[in-house]
């Protein structure tokens, strides 16, 4: 695949990888120098979804964007859509890589991956960046599925359903995944046609879209996971960042449960999809906070 319409500036910087760890191959984008980052990205992207701030926060970290197992170009299992066996991927990768501490930036789903990482290897993570996903918790003053604004997200048990969402979703993938950039979404201009091809490859490869509703199948063990977690809460410093025309600050006051060290705050004129509707202000609070030591 060629990311040349991304700039000569950013494929230049950029290498992509590939690693087997947990049994599994992830892809992986990587660049910059300094203390490791590690982006981790939701449903329905891919390590794309980070592309207009990697070239920033490669001038002061080394920038680790995994494809995370079943989406991308990672390999596609059968199983292990949980967000504990997804973080032991990613930590399992930053050790062969040779880093022993790490700063976590996760956006939807990928929160709750970055928050198993933070949970499991407590001394292994440095920050802690959430973007615009609560805790998986049975909350429901808290809870992902608390509807929003009157409408129920309704996504959320129509892919946990077996082997149906599949069937009805495939040859539609565009249709499907465009009703989320475009709902999901403030500035509806943030995820341009391309970007859609480029998801649409993705999730349309063989096991794709399957991969991505078994993250919304193993919902239960996620939310099982968590209550078990969140008995010691973390130390190091967590952000918690929502976008003023999603979550707002309901995010922030779902992770208060798991976190001592916890600040919080709302990216105006923003949506759901954060990095990509506003990377510049997003850059803004994330920067400073990763790097204040």
Not at 163 to 182: D, M, R, S, T
Request: charged share 20%; glycine share 8%.
């Amino acid at each position: 695949m060629s990311y040349d319409h991304l700039g000569t500036a950013f494929t230049a910087t950029f290498e992509h990888k590939r690693i087997t760890v947990n049994n599994t191959q992830i892809h992986y984008v990587t660049g910059g120098s300094g203390a490791p980052l590690v982006l981790l990205h939701g449903y329905p992207q891919t390590w794309y979804a980070f592309r207009r701030i990697m070239p920033e926060l490669s001038k002061h970290f080394t920038v680790i964007v995994p494809d995370l197992r079943g989406l991308g170009d990672s390999d596609k299992p059968g199983s292990g859509y949980d967000t504990a066996t997804v973080a032991e991927d990613i930590y399992q990768l930053v050790s062969a890589l040779g880093y022993e501490r790490i700063s976590l930036l996760g956006h939807d789903f990928g929160v709750n991956v970055a928050y198993a990482y933070a949970a499991c290897h407590r001394n292994a993570v440095s920050k802690l960046v959430l973007l615009d996903a609560g805790m998986l918790d049975n909350n429901i003053a808290n809870s992902p599925l608390l509807p929003k604004e009157g409408k129920s997200l309704w996504w959320f048990p129509f892919q946990m359903m077996s082997v149906l969402p599949e069937e009805l979703v495939a040859g539609k993938e565009a249709i499907y995944l465009n009703w989320f950039y475009q709902n999901l979404t403030f500035n509806k201009e943030a995820i341009a046609d391309a970007d859609l091809q480029e998801y649409v490859r993705c999730y349309a490869a063989t096991g794709g879209i399957k991969a991505g509703f078994d993250y919304y199948r193993a919902l239960f063990t996620d939310i099982e996971f968590n209550a078990r977690q969140v008995e010691v809460k973390l130390k190091i410093p967590v952000l918690v960042l929502g976008g003023k025309y999603s979550f707002g600050l309901k995010p922030f006051e779902s992770w208060k449960a798991a976190a001592e060290n916890i600040n919080g705050g709302i990216i105006k004129n923003s949506g759901h999809y954060i990095p990509e509707e506003q990377p510049q202000l997003l850059l803004e609070q994330v920067v400073p906070f990763l790097k204040d030591s």
